[in-house]
């Protein structure tokens, strides 16, 4: 079972800086895209930033220029690095990645998304 484990969430004053990070766990093939989404009260879950396997980013129009999604292939982790946080920025965090793994019939892989827990992002004064 694939299991998605996020950290760095806290309280944090504006302006200040988080780094989340999520890791990926168990038995599978690869990891095509990983992202971070977030949820505020009373609002839709929406993309934060995605990453490719391959490097490349893409950032919602509300946090670019202020956060920076990375990924260490090497430890099937995913970061989100969050500078001159705001007020707005408040939200639970969840990771999400596209996992492939292994199935013992055909065609003996399958795509499947999964999601953490979600971590808590209060940004206040």
């Known amino acids: 079972q694939v299991q998605l484990v996020e950290s760095g969430g806290e309280l944090v004053q504006p302006g200040g800086s988080l780094r989340l990070s999520c890791a990926a766990s168990?038995?599978?093939?690869?990891?095509?895209?990983m992202g971070w989404y977030r949820q505020a009260p009373r609002k839709e879950r929406e993309l934060v930033a995605r990453?490719?396997?391959?490097?490349?980013?893409n950032y919602a129009d509300t946090v670019r220029g202020r956060f920076t999604i990375t990924r260490d292939n090497a430890k099937n982790t995913v970061y989100l690095q969050m500078n001159s946080l705001r007020p707005e920025d408040t939200a639970v965090y969840y990771c999400?990645?596209?996992?492939?793994?292994?199935?013992?019939?055909?065609?003996?892989?399958?795509?499947?998304?999964?999601w953490g827990q979600g971590t808590q992002v209060t940004v206040s004064s």
């Open positions: 999400h990645a596209q996992i492939n793994e292994r199935m013992d019939v055909l065609p003996y892989w399958r795509r499947t998304d999964y």
């Open positions: 168990g038995n599978f093939l690869s990891i095509n895209d």
């Open positions: 990453i490719t396997g391959g490097g490349t980013t």
